[in-house]
Nanobody
Framework: QVQLVESGGGLVQPGGSLTLSCAAS????????MGWYYQAPGKQRELVAR???????NYADSVKGRFTISRDNAKNTVYLQMNNLEPEDTAVYYC??????????????????WGQGTQVTVSS
């Protein structure tokens, strides 16, 4: 199986910065992409940013220019640098991994691997 360990959430004032990290471990053959999603109370989980194995990235329009996603392939870790945070960014942030994993001797692609979530609160 695969485990995702997230860290870096917390309380920050508007205009502040936070960096989230998510480390994947376990029976991984290959990671195809890693991403961050957020879910505010009463709302659906939405994509924040995603980075694929070749390094291409995509972002939600609401975070473009403020958030940066990056990845350390050697550590199977993805980061989300969040700058100029706004109260509207308040949510639980979840890491997601799309990977080929060893469920059987032949790797199987799974895109439903989620972290436990980390709370980000932007408030004065």
């Amino acid at each position: 199986q695969v485990q995702l360990v997230e860290s870096g959430g917390g309380l920050v004032q508007p205009g502040g910065s936070l960096t989230l990290s998510c480390a994947a471990s376990g029976s991984i053959s290959r990671i195809n992409s890693m991403g961050w999603y957020y879910q505010a109370p009463g709302k659906q989980r939405e994509l924040v940013a995603r980075i694929i194995s070749g390094g291409s990235t995509n972002y939600a329009d609401s975070v473009k220019g403020r958030f940066t996603i990056s990845r350390d392939n050697a550590k199977n870790t993805v980061y989300l640098q969040m700058n100029n945070l706004e109260p509207e960014d308040t949510a639980v942030y979840y890491c997601n991994v799309d990977a080929d994993i060893y469920v059987t001797p032949i790797p199987v692609r799974r895109n439903d691997i989620w972290g436990q979530g980390t709370q980000v609160t932007v408030s004065s």
